[in-house]
């Protein structure tokens, strides 16, 4: 018989990155009493991993509780960028509403669009949470007519429609249901959490389902499956079935041998779990993503959507410059090949395939920036590797034509660049779908463009608009192919010897381009050392020191003045490289060179190439 759970609820809190998604959490977790009084908290504390502090963006989905009155208030804190999607798609099969947080200044985003899509898409009930309300250019009664719109849109319901509204600043610690009100604290938005979100609700008497719908993983316990009870009761050394709704040869027989639920931000040991709880089990070697744990009677699969597939991949390469092994700890095929396929025990979206060279594995995932962290993570582990340029994954339609994956692209940029953009993406074969003024200044331009248009770009649009454009983006799906684009219009600058960079050699390099590095750093033959001002590849000798047979004396190098080098991030410098070069990563470095480091088969590669 079905029931409903009323001392549980199951939220998800979805919104657009760096709309107040962790923050808000943050100050739940004050408010219901998981901090001590006298304790020091770090901010955005659900962002535990050092590249999530850092760039202040939320990489994985984090699972919390909080206890408000009698009610346990599980909740689950998103990613917000487009390349972490695949994180929201799966959590929300664990919750029974979300609160959707939307910036008070900068209103429905393009990702605000896409969480949202799939919170309706699962009828689930929704909170419109409009946060930052204490910001000097907040325009709450707008950007709630924006969110209203935007639910039409996308054809919600009546009830759906019919929403409750909250308007809070994450940052100051209220929460009100009307912008009149005098609050001091999050209890409006606790109330409301419980009066609008529903109970789970499941049969306590049936066979046990526990649909998963993350994968955690430690070094000590291997893989730990996260999700909800849906049905019946999980007990500790239950012996059980793990069945797949996609794979329906998959029955496994398994025992659950540690159970835990989630209290503040810890996860305690439990001796059993009813429906709605919300559970980590671990000791099942092999637990996957929309896997069912079933009781042993009659094992039922949860049906679940598939994991959207990669749109982007790269190939990791050993490293084999002249520079290799010097500074980084695991540098063979081997250990590369263990990092990557052990990041598939997390991170469901990644697809890793071995290539006819066994140096060379290929990495696709849902974008530049998924891929990105991946390499920063594997850098800062102390692996030394090199990885060629981002290239989209084409599919082919039953007619053989090829098809290639398209995003739909949001650029907020000042009036005055709006020409610039607007040329930028439409030689990348970007078609321009609509163009509105917006607030302070700015025009917003919404662009369809292929996956592969956008590779490079983002370094090129901030010096564009001078550092004051924002762009976003969304995937599309599959459209067919639209030509050819050349990434790049400008040359590289590339080293013609093996050695240590000096002032003179560097002073009559810097007038042929940008150069990426100063005095003093190793270089080899064919290291990329600078950007060309021309569309050609020039070779340079940046050793070169000046010769002392003449009067004058080798003291007036200190004269020349160089112009300080531009240094790249691991973003700008994958952005920058074309597909005849590699980015060479080490813990220490970033060296970008030719795919072909001897000059003499380079040109030869090249006239192959072009005959």
Known sequence: MIQSRDDIRNIAIIAHVDHGKTTLVDE????????????????????????????????????????????????IDTPGHADFGGEVERVLKMVDGVVLVVDAFEGAMP???????????????????????????????????????LFMDLDASDEQLDCPFVYASAKEGFAKLDLADESKDMMPLFETIINYIPAPTGDPEANTQLLISTIDYNEFVGRIGIGKVDNGCLKLNQEAVVVNHHNPDKQQKVRITKLMEYDGLNKVEVTEAGIGSIVAISGIADLHVGDTVCGTDNPVAIPFQKISEPTISMNFIVNDSPFAGQEGKFVTSRHIRERLFKELNTDVSLRVEDTDSPDSFKVSGRGELHLSVLIENMRREGYEFAVSKAEVLYKEDENGNKLEPMERAY????????????????????????????????TRVEFL???????????????????????????????????????????????????????????????????????????????????????????????????????????????????????????????????????????????IRKRILDPLERK????????
């Open 449 to 591: 463009i292929p996956s592969r248009g956008l590779i490079g770009y983002r370094g090129e649009f901030m010096t564009d608009t001078k550092g004051n454009g924002i762009i976003n983006t969304i995937f599309e799906g599959y459209a067919p192919y639209k030509g050819d684009i050349s990434y790049r219009q400008l040359g590289s600058l590339i080293a013609f010897e093996t050695g240590e960079s000096v002032t003179y050699g560097l002073f009559s390099a810097q007038d042929r381009g940008t150069l990426f590095i100063g005095p003093g750093e190793k270089v080899y033959s064919g290291m990329v050392i600078g950007s060309c001002s021309r569309a050609e590849d020039i070779e340079l000798n940046v050793c070169k020191k000046k010769h002392l047979t003449n009067t004058r004396s080798s003291s007036a190098d200190e004269a020349l003045t160089l112009v300080p080098p531009r240094i790249l991030s691991l973003e700008q410098a994958l952005d920058f490289i074309d597909t005849d070069e590699l980015l060479e990563v080490t813990p220490e470095s970033l060296r």
């Open 28 to 75: 739940l977790l004050k408010q219901s009493g998981v901090f001590r009084d006298n304790q020091e908290v770090q901010e955005r504390v659900m962002d535990s991993n050092d590249i999530e502090r850092e760039r202040g963006i939320t990489i994985l989905s984090k699972n919390t509780a909080v206890y408000y009155k009698d009610t346990k208030i599980n909740i």
């Open 111 to 149: 990702q605000t669009k896409f969480v949202l899509m799939k919170a309706l898409d699962l009828d689930l009930p929704v909170i419109v949470c409009v946060n930052k309300i204490d910001r000097p250019e907040a325009r709450c009664e707008e950007v709630v007519d924006e969110v209203l719109e």
């Open 411 to 442: 650029v907020d940029v000042p009036e005055e660049f709006t020409g610039a953009v607007i040329e930028k993406l439409s030689m990348r074969k970007g078609e321009l779908q609509n163009m509105t003024p917006i607030a302070g200044g700015f």
């Open 604 to 611: 030869r590669a090249n006239n192959r190439k072009n005959s």
